[in-house]
């Protein structure tokens, strides 16, 4: 997070992203928009409903789910945006690594 203050301070334009995984970090998204607005409040912050992978012990949120995260950061900050994609609809092509 100290890099995040370095380049805006140093003048970069700042889009922030992070993954919202329900029942893992639902709590972090409002943490992570106070840190933020802190700096600015007019930095941009787009939540990514997490895309689900097989195997993986967590689940896609749901819009509504999604909404209520994105309403807790917009009390803090003045642009949020979110998205909240299906594996079917991602256009690129993807491997498995492991």
């Given at each position: 997070?100290?890099?995040?203050?370095?380049?805006?301070?140093?003048?970069?334009?700042?889009?922030?992203s992070?993954?919202?995984?329900?029942?893992l970090?639902?709590?972090?998204?409002?943490?992570?928009?106070?840190?933020?607005?802190?700096?600015?409040?007019?930095?941009?912050?787009h939540?990514?409903?997490?895309?689900?992978?097989?195997?993986?012990?967590?689940?896609?949120?749901?819009?509504?789910?999604?909404?209520?995260?994105?309403?807790?950061?917009?009390?803090?900050?003045?642009?949020?945006?979110?998205?909240?994609?299906?594996?079917?609809?991602?256009?690129?092509?993807?491997?498995?690594?492991?």
């Amino acid at each position: 997070m100290a890099n995040i203050v370095k380049m805006y301070r140093n003048g970069v334009k700042l889009d922030i992203s992070t993954v919202y995984i329900p029942g893992l970090n639902d709590e972090d998204i409002a943490k992570i928009a106070e840190f933020i607005a802190s700096i600015d409040p007019k930095i941009h912050f787009h939540i990514i409903g997490y895309v689900e992978v097989p195997g993986a012990p967590w689940r896609k949120p749901t819009n509504h789910e999604v909404i209520n995260v994105v309403e807790k950061a917009r009390k803090y900050l003045v642009k949020v945006t979110w998205s909240n994609v299906t594996a079917e609809q991602i256009k690129y092509n993807s491997i498995r690594l492991l």
